[in-house]
Structures are given as C-alpha cells and as structure tokens.
C-alpha cells in the first residue's frame, strides 16, 4: 500500500472514530468538559486522602462516601423530571457554578486551616444535591447537541473518552500536588476548571429546547416514568445489573486510600498511580466503544464487562505489589467504563425522547444514586474483616450478576430489535416481526 493510501485510510479511520466531534455545540462540550474533569478527579483524590490524614478510619472514609451520594439517591428521578421540563442548556449553567462554588469553599476552608469532617460532610450533601440535577440533564443534553441519533453512541463513547482521560491524567496531578501543597490547592484548582465548562456552555447556540405539555405534579412525572422504565425488561434489566455493580464493587475507590497506605506500604502518589490505572482502563474501554459503529451486540458487551469489572476487583483483593495492582486497577476500569457506557447508550436510544431524561435518571440513581449504600457497606464491612476481603465478595457478586444478565440475553434481545427498527436505528423490513413483537416496546401514554 502506498504511503498517500495508508495516510487517506488513518485519516478516515480517524474521522470516523471522533465523528461526533463534527457538532459544534459538542466540541465546545467536549473541551469544557475535559479541563474541568481534571479538576473534579483532583478534588476525589484530595478529599479522600484528606479524610483518611485527619480521621485513620476507614468506616469515616464510608461515611464521607456516602453523604457526598446519598443526595443522588434520594433526589436524581427529580432531576430527570427537570431535565423533560426545563431548558437543559440553563440547568447546566446553572449546576456547573455552584459546583465551582462548593469546591472554592472547600479549597478556602482547607487553605486558612478550619476544616473540620462535618465541613466535608455537609459540602458533600451539598455537592450530592448539585449532582442530583446536573446529571440527568447532562447526560440528556448529548441529544440536543448530536444532531444524528445514529452518532450518539460514538458520542457517550467519547464523552467516557474524555471523562476517563481525566481520570488518569487527575489522580497522578492530585497526588503529586497533595504532597507537595496539600489538599487545598487541589480543591483550588478543580474550583477554577469550572471557568472552562461555563465559558464552553455560554459559547453554544442550542436549538430552542421542545418541551412537551406536562402534569403539573412532579411525582405524577416521575411515577410515569418509573412504570415506562421497570414494565420494560431490558431497561430494567439493565438497571439492576448498574445498580448491583455500584453498591458490590464500586466501593474499591472509597477503599483506595487504605490500599495505598495500609496494604501496599505507600503515599498519596500511590493512590493517585492507583486510581490513574483505573482511567487508563477505562479510557482504553471508552476508545473500544467509540470504534464501534452501532449500538447492535451491546448486550453481550455489556455482561462481559461486567465480569471483568468483578475479575479486576478480584485481583486487586488478592494483590500485595503494585504492578499486579496496577494492572487489576486497569481491568476494572475497562469493565467499569464499557459497562456502564454500553448501559447508558442502549438506554439513551431505547427510551422515547419525551422520557429520557426520566429513564436517565433512573439509571444515574442506579449508577450513582446506590453508591452511598457501596460506600458505606465496604467501609463498614473493611472495618469487621478487612478491606481484601470486603472487595473479594464485591467482585465475586458483580461476577455473579453477569452471569445471570447473560442468561436472560436471547429474550432480552427479541424485545429490543423492534424498537430499534421502528426508530430507524437498525434495519427492519419484516414487518410481521415488528407486529409481533409491538408489545414488547415500551409503554405509550
């Protein structure tokens, strides 16, 4: 092959994988995003270390976990309903500055020496809430920036890209700069990343947001969108398989700073290098779904990760050197990330438009929501028997969970096929398959 050609082929491979970069409004998105993320994976770092430094209590490290969550819980099927009422560009500009607000608070607090646990605890609610509304909407909002529906998948893909670039270039930042300048200048800096996301969220020209004619009443908003959601098996299928993978594994990065301290005789650079090998693996798993060119065989990638998610966690239990914790930490970023990606675009494009933002919500609650409950549980549970043990189980469980999904992947499969063809996302000429299959589609109101 000539030179000219391979330079056309790397060219088209390279602008296929970024296509949904070609949307202006996303490529602001995309560059806000990713400094900002800098700093958040920064604050995560600092926060948990800090927590660790002032109370040595890994149950302590459970609590601070679970108030920074608990809101998410308790409050994101709200924000879905928000993000199918109001303007999302608005919400966003809005949840983005008190977002910078909490963390300049917390950078003050850390920096004239007054930080107390209950000051973290309370600016964790206080963030937890934020997040409650600011997630629904931004994950909604790809729609009103990706034109083409049939770039959404390559765009969540890069978002996760991004998110998870982030991830690795952050931890490694917080750990040197924790040792060098101590946590607060962490938190100073995540508060100014937030400059870039508004200044990007300021600069888009959105199309004027269709709002359809709701009930007035929020709960009757979010009850219709929960019977949308769980009278539908796959959609519920994959919430649960979320929801269990939150609170069995992803308490590993509540247990990080014990790890890197307790287990491996390490420092804060430790556990930076630690929570970078996450990125790393998930970043690695963001660039595979980005390479994909649709959403068709997501099911089965979506329980393979989550067994290598479990694997991961099983081998860092088992880890006493920092290579092979390196490399479990890698593993459980790539399932972690495909997982949860895969999960979020195959409901992205299944859920109808006027209820996406409720189905999203559902699925942040999943994800984010049963976080505080991992939290708490792997710090309670690393209190009794430690945190190895504590991880084996987590993994073993989110191991467990895989294998039932895919079980339950042939019938899964049938009633999803329908309602990509009637969406136009696949091909589907038959139309007698189509008729049926219709009650297998999501209800209609």
Request: net charge positive; aromatic share 8%; proline share 4%.
């Given at each position: 092959?000539?030179p ?8 088209s491979?390279?602008?296929?994988l ?7 409004n996303y490529?602001?998105?995309f560059a806000?995003q ?7 994976w920064?604050?995560?770092v600092a926060?948990?270390?800090?927590v ?5 209590s890994?149950?302590?490290?459970g ?8 809101p998410?819980f ?5 924000g879905g ?6 303007n999302r560009h ?38 937890g809430?934020v ?9 909604s ?5 990706i034109?083409?529906?049939q770039?959404?998948?390559?765009a ?24 060098v ?6 938190f100073?800096l995540?508060?100014?990343s937030?400059?870039?996301v ?14 359809e004619?709701?009930q ?7 009850k219709?969108g929960?019977?949308y959601?769980?009278?539908f098996?796959?959609?519920?299928s994959?919430?649960?398989l979320?929801a269990?993978a939150s ?6 990065s ?5 790890f890197?301290?307790?287990v491996?005789?390490?420092?804060s ?6 929570m970078?090998g996450?990125?790393l693996g ?6 595979f779904?980005?390479?994909?060119k649709?959403?068709r065989?997501?099911?089965?990638i979506?329980?393979?990760s989550?067994?290598?998610?479990g ?7 088992f880890s ?15 399932g ?8 979020n ?8 438009d ?12 999943a994800?984010m929501g049963?976080m ?8 309670s ?5 430690g945190?190895?043990?504590?991880l ?6 989110c ?6 999904f895919?079980?339950h ?15 136009g996302?696949?091909?589907?000429i038959a139309e007698?398959?189509r008729?049926?299959?219709?009650m ?6």
């Open positions: 092959m000539k000219s050609e391979r330079l056309s082929n790397f060219t491979s390279a602008k296929f970024l296509r949904g970069l070609s949307y202006r490529r602001l998105f806000g990713g400094i900002s993320l800098i700093g958040t920064m604050q995560q926060m948990t270390w800090l660790y430094r002032l109370t040595d890994a149950f302590m490290l609590v601070v976990g679970f108030s920074n969550q608990i998410t308790v409050l994101t099927p709200f309903v928000l993000a199918d009422r109001a608005r919400v966003l500009i809005v949840t983005q500055a008190l977002s910078m607000l909490q963390a300049l608070t917390l950078a003050a607090l850390v920096l004239t020496g007054t930080i107390q646990v209950w000051h973290i605890i309370a600016l964790g609610i206080f963030i809430s997040n409650a509304f600011d997630i629904p909407t931004r994950q909002f790809l729609l009103d920036m034109e083409n529906r770039d959404l998948g390559n969540i893909a890069l978002n996760s890209s991004m998110f998870n670039a982030a991830r690795l270039a952050g931890p490694a930042i917080a750990g040197v700069v924790i040792a300048a101590g946590e607060g200048v962490c100073l995540n508060g100014l937030f400059l870039a508004l200044a990007a969220l300021l600069a888009m020209k959105i199309k004027p947001q269709k709002i004619k709701q007035p009443n929020p709960l009757r908003g979010l219709e929960i019977r959601a769980f009278t098996t796959p959609i519920r994959i919430l649960l979320v269990l609170v069995t594994g992803i308490g590993y509540t247990l990080m700073p014990v890197a301290r307790d491996l005789q390490g420092g650079h430790t556990q930076g290098f630690l970078s996450v990125g998930a970043l690695t798993g963001a660039l779904l980005a390479s994909r649709n959403v065989g997501l099911g089965k979506i329980a393979a989550a067994g290598l998610f694997a991961g966690l099983l081998i860092f239990s006493r050197v920092l290579w092979l914790s390196l490399f479990a930490m890698a593993l459980t970023g790539f972690m990330m495909v997982q949860m990606a895969s999960s675009t195959v409901l992205q494009t299944l859920a109808d006027d209820k996406r933002g409720r189905v999203i919500s559902l699925y942040a609650t994800f049963m505080p409950f991992g939290s708490l549980l792997a710090g549970a690393a209190g009794i028997i945190a190895p043990l504590t084996l189980v987590g993994g073993l469980c191991i467990l969970g895989a294998l039932l895919a079980r992947l042939p019938s899964w499969r049938q009633m999803v096929r329908p309602v990509y063809a009637r969406k996302i696949i091909p589907e007698g398959l008729a049926a299959t219709g297998a589609s999501p209800p209609k109101d």
